[in-house]
Every structure is written in structure tokens, then in C-alpha cells.
């Protein structure tokens, strides 16, 4: 067929597609000769070259036309239809080209559309000789895929696609991403830097696209590979994707302009950029690629807001794991509006958000949106920063389904429900309130309780919690009790939440809503949702009786029950409360106190099985007039928050036990009671009445600790002999830290009026100040008795707060007379012999005496005398009073020293101290330089033969 043969063949075609109306214009390109190859999908076919002739052999080079079949297209038999286009059986959803002007303050956010419109079909093309323009034929199909466009050739065996589009339109234009893949079917690699694409509008616009930072590195296909690169191009708002020529241009420098055009893709109007519903989109994370799904969206509505919950699924298909992946995700309606979406799993440092190569992981989504707002339509928008400029990176555009409306179902109280802290599972539990009215107002309190049931440490969000009730209004309750709060794997930590309202809402049906804290820090937006919904049950109403009588009346008789005390006691692994009950016999004949047990109730949580009843005596008759203490002792965690405290009786009969009494009390435990120094305070155990003074305080310096050293006087009131009260207790920092004690008292009965010593000690790190130090001190209990001499108390009670006002030493400039109490030493004369060799002998005359006012515990407390030359040389010597140390008059203590330092010494001097050392301390009692003694060396010193 000559050329002009092929002149006439196509402009007959092109006279068919005026008159007839039906020509549809996909796209045009051109062979690499630059020779017109045909026409498509436009009102009318119209040749492109200037002066060129069509090749009909160049078909399959070119773009593809649109599959004219079920549209009543007319075409001529030597055209083959085209397989550009893959007509979807969905017809709803969006076409490229719509916006709409809905602004975020976040500028990734900034979003009005994702071009998810369709184009207008506008395309009319021109050439130097022959315009020409027919109606565009409308048609009904929705387009989801690229796969069926036909690829670029860029060898005779290697071609390139394009297979993926996305499209942000921001206030300053589109953002264009698109993904171009290059497939290398030679032998040999293909370098990228040969090819170029182009981005121009039919028109003629031309825009300049660019790689994406992570793609910038690619620079050839390796032979037998593929290789994805996405490149953005930025383009005008009203400019649609459908108006867009994506050219592939290779250099070629024997061109005037230095290129040569291998072909274009132009996408068509009826394609839309939104994935069907229950199809997966598959992306790019980083490098990573993952298919991704929505399964699900639930609309949960609370008060004027629903809270949108977006279920999506990630599939890692690529071979590495995803790690920490930044992609930020966007709710945005069928009317523009966008809601920026939380995940409710937080990738952290301490549990990282990864998927490994081939696992699938379920995330949900999280959006605080208006009632008003309706999301018929709606979508979901996922999108990147990229690159040090931090441009958005479009990278897909999902239809939601149809959403389900559920209501987040309200906790029953005392049942636990289970929240999501950082991946791990954090147990939540209402387990009471109770409700103390005053005047005008309720103050009703929630006792709350949390429990780490995960694998790992988690730092417990400050949830924001209200108060709803029954009417519907929304109270917000302010508390700082999960400020700072960290609970390691199975450590639990019980609030309370007090808020105060009218008398009908506290009567009314109430429910606890807890809310997700806002993140102030975050850059993204951050708001606040439902974590869980809890039922108040019917708050118990509670009056104070702490120092008031209570009647107990019983088939025995008449009771009067006072509570005396309560006490919160600092202890090894928890605090110890405990409450003492005095009871009375008020009844005019002698009565057997009931068999009886006790319970604490902690705000609304009730402790039976390790509360302990204590008796001050084992008797249990009573005359008329005389009383008896009780105590009920429980251990409490250390961070607990106590409201309310109620104490309950429980007498015994046979296997069954009834309420003897119950009383209660609201507000904080009383601190303990404080003494000043030198003051005393009583133990008024029946049996075991004594009073208790601090005698002295002292502190033993050491490396990285300091030894804090009581000394107390314990005088027995009782007008017989008894065992004294074994006393337990803690020091106290004017910061709120408690150490332990050790104690040491007598073990053995205590005579009326007698007075003895109890020595307490602690080992104190140096950070800690010692000098506003108190001592917690009490009588120590075991079990469920007091505790007797030489057992191992497990709690203590009575307890008084001491100031010790630790003393400020100074030592003695003489040796002459020192204390180590109760010894007092007296030093007659003290020398050390030079002997001219490396032997000196130290004599000490001494007199040593012992104050026996009190009984004393066993002593302890060793003295160290510590001899100093003038050359740096240390010699030290401990000694044990009544050991080492004789008592009596005139008492010589001698020993030698044996050194090369004492060599040819003729003369000198030496320093001596004495220290006072206890538990491996020592403090400096007195100290001297004295002369050595010269009276024992030889006039004339041996010398060699």
C-alpha cells in the first residue's frame, strides 16, 4: 500500500467518526520517527504528524484505545480494539478531577480532595494541518485499575508502565504521584539515566516532575528485573489528571532538542483513584511494599459526637520487615471534610509498631467527628512526608464502607475491662463509690482500680475521666492521681476520683466515662475518645465516728466502742493500717468479750482475709469499768489513696459469723502523732505501760552511707515486774523517705520504775539529710499477737513520730576522759617506747568505770585507738569493754608495734585517737599529739661488726 494509499485510508476514518459521532479519544503518540501512528478516544480522529503518513503497522507500539464494543462505537476493521481500559462493576465511586476547600491547621493536612473525581473528557488534539471536533461518547463504567494500559517501548524487548496514580490537592495546586515501572527484558542493564518522563496537559502546559528522595538512587534495572520509581509532579488546582500526557522521552542528542518522545500515557476520565471496598491498594511504605485493606467502619456515638473507628488491614508482601511506619491517615467525607485519624496502637521506643515480610496486622483508626456530619461516601486518605522538604506524598485514596453504628457498652461494676497502654493490656476495674453528703452538696467518690496485665513495664496515660448521668449531662472530674504513674507487669495501683454534685445526681443513675488524654505534644492532632464506659453502683453513704462511743448491746450485755486511733505506717512491702478500738464494759457485771473478728473496707473494697485482730491481753473477761484495746491490722499498697475507711466487728458463733459493729470514717488518715525532744510519750498497753524518751542521736560518718544511731530511754510504769513492749520502727526524712530500723533493747523482764536503753539504727545513703530526721517508733506485733522478746516483729502499732535532732559532734583535744556509754574511761597515762629498732611498746594506765542507771542491751560498741606517726603511718587497735578493757583503778593495757618506720628513731612525735565504732562505723571521741618516750632506748645503738 503506497503512502498516499494510507492518506485516504485514514482520512476516511476520520470522515466516518465526524459524521457517524461515535469516535471516542483515548490517547495519541507517536513512533520513535516521529510518524503519526492514530488516533483514539478523542470527538474525532485527527492526524498528528506534519506532513507525515499513518502507519498502520505501528499499532501495537502505540496507546490503546477504548473497547468500543458495548458503547456502539464504529471502528474500522483494521483497528484492534483496545485493552487500555478495564471497565469495574462499581459505578459509584468518585472521578478524578473534583476538590473542595476544607483547610486543617496541619499543613500535611491541608487537604481539600485527593482528586478521587472524575476528569471531564476534554481532550481535542491538533496539528499543523487538520483540527477537527465531534461529542465525547458518555459512558457508564467505573475504572479502579491501570494494569490493562499498554506499556511504553523503550528497547525492542524492554518497556515501561505505569501502574500506579495519586493525586492531593492542596491550596497551592495538585500534587501528582506516579509510579512508572521499568521492566528489562534485555540481557544487559538498563540505565535509567538515558530516560526521562514529562508531564505536559493537551493543551500544552509542560510540567516538570521529580523523583522521590527514597527513589533518587536508582539509576539502572538490572537485566530480567523490574524496578518501581514514583516521581511527583506538581500541577494546577483545576487541572485534570484525564488532561494529562505522562510522556517517556529518551536523550537522544542527534535531535534538536536533544530527546526523542518513546511514547505517552494519558489516563482516562472515566478512571477514579478511590480502591473499591473490600479491595486492597497496594503502596509503598518507605521501601516496603504492603497491600492495604479497609475491613471495617464503626461509628460509636457519645453525646453530640460520633467517634469513627477505621479498621485496616496491612499485608507485608515485601521481604524485610516494616518498621515504624510514618504514613499518616485522613478521614475526608463525601463534602471535602477532613478528620485526621489516630492509630489506637502507638508505635514507641519500648513497643515498636513492625510487620514482619508476609504477616498481616489488623490497626484500628480514630476520629473524633460531629453528628452532623454524615459519612455516606467517605473515604480514606493515606499520605507521606517526603524528603528534608517535608513534601506530601500522596499514596492512596480507599472507599469506606457503609458504617455501622454500635454503642460502646457500659462496664458492669466490679467487672474488669481491658484497655490497650502501647500494645499492652491494662485491667480496669469500678470497684465502688461511696457518698458522704454535706449542705448543699454531694462529694461522691470512685474508688478505680488498675492492673497491668501485660508483659512489660507501662507508663499509665493520664485518662481524663466524667461523670455522666442519667439525664445525659456530661461532669468532668479533675484529678492528678495518674500523674507520673508506671505499673511493671502484674503491679496494680487503686485511685480515687471525688467529685462533688447536687443531691439528685448522686441519686440518679450514674456512669464513669474514661477518655484517652489528649497529647499536647504530638504534632499530628490529638484528641480525646472513649477508653471505657463503667456503671456506678448505688453509692454507700458514709458518716464520720472516729473518737466517738458506740453502744454495742448483746444477749451478754452492754458494750461502749470507741475508735481511738488510725494509723497509716510506712513497712517493707506496702503500708500498715491499722485501727485500735477500745472497748468498754459499761454494764455493772463482769462480761466475756465476744469471740470476735475484723475487716477493713477501703473506700468500697472489702479486706477480710488478711485483716488481723490483735489483743492487747490474752484475757478476755471484763469488770464492770474496765476496757480493752483491739487493733485490726491490714498491709496496704504504698500508693493506694484512701477516702474513706470503714472498720467492721464480726462476732463469731460456731461456723457462722454476724455484724458486731461497723463504723466508718471519711477523709484522710490522721498523720502520727509528733513529739518534741526530750519529750516522752506513753504506751498505754494494758500490762506493758511505759514511757518513751529519745536519750541521744548520733551520726557515724562512713564512705557512701551514714550510720544514724538512736538511743531511747524506756521507763516501765507497771508496779510489777513485766516484759516490756518490743518496739519496731522507721527514720524518717523531712522528704518522705523511710528506712527500716534495726533494734536492740533487753531480754528479759523490766522491774517497776526500771530504765532501760533501746538502741535503733539505720544505714543512710549519703544523698539523704539526716539532720531533720525523725523516728517513727511503736510496739511491734507478730501475727496476731504483740510481739514477745526475741521474736521477729511483722508490723507494729501505737506509734509516735520522735524528733531526734541528731547531736553535732566534736571531739575531745584530750585523752584524759572519754565516754563510751555506759563506760567512762580515764586515761592515768598513756606511752609509746622508742627502742631504737623497729619494735616500740604502747603502755596504757587506765581506770574504767560503768554507769549502771540503766539495763542495757548488749553492748555493741568497740573503741578504737588509732596511733598516728609523724611520717603518715597509721596503727589502729579495737577493743571490747569488760573484754579488752578491765573494769577497775589503774588498769594497764599494753601491746608492741613492729615496723621499719621505728628504725634508728631516737625522737618524734605521734597523734593519738580514740573512736567510737559501731556496726563498722567510727566517730572521733578525742585525740592529742604526744612524744614519743625515749627512756627505753640504749645509750649507744648496736652496730655491725
Same mark, same amino acid.
Given at each position: %500500500? ?41 470527538? +474525532? ?88 471536533? +465531534? ?55 538498563? %540505565? ?65 532538542? &536533544? ?59 515485601? /521481604? ?182 447536687? /443531691? ?9 466515662? %474514661? ?10 492532632? +490529638? ?82 482475709? +488478711? ?97 544514724? &544511731? ?19 520502727? &522507721? ?101 609509746? /617506747? ?39 603511718? %597509721? ?56 612524744? /614519743? ?13
Amino acid at each position: %500500500m503506497d503512502r498516499k494509499h494510507n492518506q485516504k485510508v485514514i482520512l476516511w476514518i476520520a470522515s466516518v467518526a465526524i459524521v457517524i459521532g461515535q469516535g471516542t479519544l483515548v490517547s495519541a503518540s507517536t513512533n520513535e520517527q516521529g510518524k503519526a501512528k492514530y488516533i483514539s478516544s478523542s470527538s +474525532s480522529a485527527t492526524l498528528l504528524g506534519t506532513n507525515q503518513t499513518t502507519e498502520i503497522e505501528s499499532y501495537e507500539s502505540s496507546t490503546s484505545i477504548v473497547d468500543s464494543s458495548k458503547e456502539n462505537t464504529r471502528s474500522i476493521d483494521t483497528l484492534y480494539p483496545s485493552t487500555l481500559l478495564f471497565t469495574g462493576s462499581d459505578s459509584h465511586p468518585q472521578s478524578l478531577g473534583s476538590s473542595s476547600t476544607n483547610n486543617l491547621a496541619n499543613p500535611l493536612l491541608k487537604t481539600a480532595s485527593t482528586g478521587s473525581s472524575a476528569s471531564k473528557s476534554t481532550s481535542a488534539n491538533t496539528s499543523t494541518k487538520a483540527k477537527s471536533s +465531534s461529542t465525547t461518547t458518555k459512558t457508564n463504567k467505573t475504572l479502579h485499575t491501570l494494569s490493562n494500559l499498554k506499556s511504553v517501548k523503550l528497547t525492542s524487548k524492554s518497556v515501561v508502565k505505569l501502574t500506579d496514580l495519586n493525586v492531593l490537592t492542596q491550596e497551592d495546586g495538585k500534587t501528582i504521584s506516579y509510579t512508572l515501572t521499568y521492566q528489562n527484558n534485555d540481557s544487559k542493564n538498563l %540505565m535509567l539515566i538515558d530516560y526521562w518522563t514529562k508531564v505536559k496537559t493537551k493543551g500544552g502546559t509542560l510540567y516538570s516532575p521529580s523523583l522521590i528522595t527514597r527513589d533518587k538512587d536508582k539509576k539502572s534495572v538490572a537485566a530480567g528485573s523490574t524496578l518501581d520509581v514514583t516521581y511527583l509532579v506538581k500541577v494546577g488546582k483545576s487541572v485534570n489528571v484525564s488532561d494529562l500526557l505522562f510522556q517517556i522521552v529518551k536523550w537522544d542528542f542527534s535531535k534538536p532538542n &536533544y530527546e526523542s518522545s518513546l511514547g505517552h500515557f494519558n489516563v482516562p476520565a472515566s478512571y477514579t483513584l478511590s480502591t473499591p471496598v473490600n479491595k486492597s491498594k497496594s503502596i509503598r511504605l518507605g521501601d516496603t511494599p504492603v497491600k492495604v485493606k479497609v475491613t471495617k467502619l464503626e461509628v460509636h456515638p457519645v453525646n453530640e459526637y460520633n467517634y469513627a473507628e477505621v479498621t485496616v488491614n496491612l499485608h507485608n508482601i515485601g /521481604y524485610k520487615m516494616l518498621e515504624n511506619p510514618t504514613a499518616k491517615w485522613v478521614l475526608r467525607t463525601a463534602g471535602g471534610s477532613n478528620y485526621p485519624l489516630i492509630a489506637e496502637t502507638v508505635s514507641t521506643e519500648a513497643a515498636p509498631f513492625n510487620i514482619q515480610p508476609q504477616e498481616n496486622k489488623t490497626i484500628k483508626l480514630l476520629a473524633t467527628i460531629p453528628k452532623a456530619v454524615k459519612l455516606t461516601g467517605a473515604e480514606l486518605v493515606l499520605v507521606e512526608e517526603e524528603g528534608e522538604a517535608k513534601t506530601v506524598l500522596p499514596l492512596a485514596t480507599l472507599e469506606l464502607p457503609k458504617a455501622s453504628t454500635t454503642k460502646i457498652v457500659a462496664t458492669a461494676p466490679f467487672k474488669a475491662r481491658e484497655v490497650d497502654v502501647d500494645g499492652q493490656k491494662l485491667q480496669t476495674t469500678l470497684e465502688g463509690a461511696t457518698v458522704n453528703q454535706s449542705y448543699d452538696k454531694n462529694d461522691l467518690s470512685i474508688r478505680f482500680h488498675l492492673k497491668n496485665t501485660g508483659k512489660q513495664t507501662i507508663t499509665v496515660p493520664k485518662y481524663e475521666f466524667v461523670l455522666l448521668s442519667g439525664t445525659g449531662r456530661s461532669y468532668p472530674i479533675t484529678t492528678k492521681a495518674l500523674e507520673n504513674v508506671t505499673l511493671k507487669p502484674d503491679e496494680e495501683k487503686t485511685i480515687k476520683l471525688d467529685i462533688s454534685v447536687s /443531691y439528685a445526681v448522686a441519686q440518679g443513675a450514674l456512669k464513669l466515662q %474514661m477518655n484517652v488524654p489528649k497529647d499536647p505534644e504530638k504534632k499530628e492532632p +490529638s484528641f480525646s475518645y472513649p477508653a471505657g464506659v463503667y456503671i456506678l453502683p448505688t453509692p454507700s453513704s458514709l458518716q464520720n465516728t472516729l473518737g466517738l462511743e458506740t453502744t454495742v448491746k448483746s444477749d451478754n450485755g452492754t458494750y461502749g466502742v470507741t475508735w481511738s486511733s488510725i494509723q497509716r505506717l510506712p513497712w517493707t512491702d506496702g503500708d500498715l493500717l491499722s485501727a485500735k478500738l477500745t472497748v468498754k464494759n459499761t454494764s455493772v457485771k463482769t462480761l466475756r468479750l465476744p469471740e470476735l473478728q475484723g475487716a477493713f473496707t477501703v473506700d468500697s473494697a472489702k479486706d477480710m482475709t +488478711s485483716t488481723k485482730l490483735i489483743k492487747s491481753q490474752a484475757a478476755s473477761l471484763l469488770g464492770p469499768g474496765q476496757s480493752i484495746d483491739v487493733y485490726l491490722m491490714t498491709k496496704v499498697p504504698t500508693s493506694l489513696d484512701i477516702a474513706q475507711l470503714q472498720i467492721s466487728l464480726e462476732e463469731k458463733v460456731g461456723e457462722e459469723s454476724f455484724e458486731w459493729l461497723k463504723l466508718t470514717n471519711i477523709g484522710t488518715v490522721p498523720d502520727v502523732p509528733k513529739i518534741e525532744k526530750n519529750k516522752e510519750f506513753t504506751l498505754t498497753t494494758l500490762g506493758k505501760k511505759a514511757e518513751v524518751k529519745t536519750r541521744k542521736t548520733v551520726v557515724y560518718p562512713g564512705t557512701s552511707t551514714d550510720l544514724v &544511731y538512736t538511743e531511747l530511754e524506756v521507763t516501765n510504769l507497771e508496779n510489777r515486774q513485766t516484759e516490756l513492749s518490743q518496739l519496731s520502727g &522507721y527514720y524518717q526524712s523531712s522528704s518522705g523517705l523511710y528506712f527500716k530500723t534495726n533494734v536492740k533493747q533487753i531480754e528479759y523482764p523490766a522491774g517497776p520504775e526500771d530504765k532501760s536503753i533501746v538502741t535503733m539504727w539505720a544505714k543512710i545513703p549519703k544523698r539523704v539529710t539526716v539532720s531533720d530526721m525523725r523516728l517513727i517508733v511503736g510496739e511491734g506485733v507478730t501475727e496476731d499477737k504483740l510481739t514477745s522478746i526475741k521474736e521477729e516483729p511483722t508490723g507494729y502499732v501505737n506509734a509516735a513520730s520522735l524528733e531526734i535532732a541528731p547531736e553535732q559532734l566534736t571531739a575531745l583535744t584530750k585523752i584524759d576522759q572519754v565516754e563510751l556509754y555506759p563506760y567512762q574511761i580515764k586515761t592515768n597515762n598513756f606511752d609509746v /617506747y622508742l627502742s631504737g629498732s623497729s619494735n616500740v611498746a604502747v603502755e596504757w594506765y587506765y581506770t574504767l568505770t560503768q554507769d549502771d542507771t540503766y539495763d542495757m542491751p548488749e553492748n555493741e560498741h568497740k573503741l578504737v585507738v588509732e596511733i598516728a606517726d609523724s611520717t603518715g603511718r %597509721m596503727f589502729t587497735k579495737e577493743l571490747i569493754p569488760t573484754t579488752d578493757l578491765k573494769l577497775g583503778t589503774n588498769q594497764l593495757l599494753s601491746w608492741t608495734i613492729d615496723d621499719r618506720v621505728f628504725e634508728d628513731r631516737r625522737v618524734g612525735t605521734y597523734h593519738i585517737s580514740i573512736y567510737d565504732m559501731f556496726q563498722g562505723e567510727k566517730y572521733k571521741i578525742a585525740g592529742e599529739s604526744i612524744y /614519743y618516750n625515749t627512756n627505753r632506748i640504749p645509750l649507744e645503738l648496736p652496730r655491725d661488726k
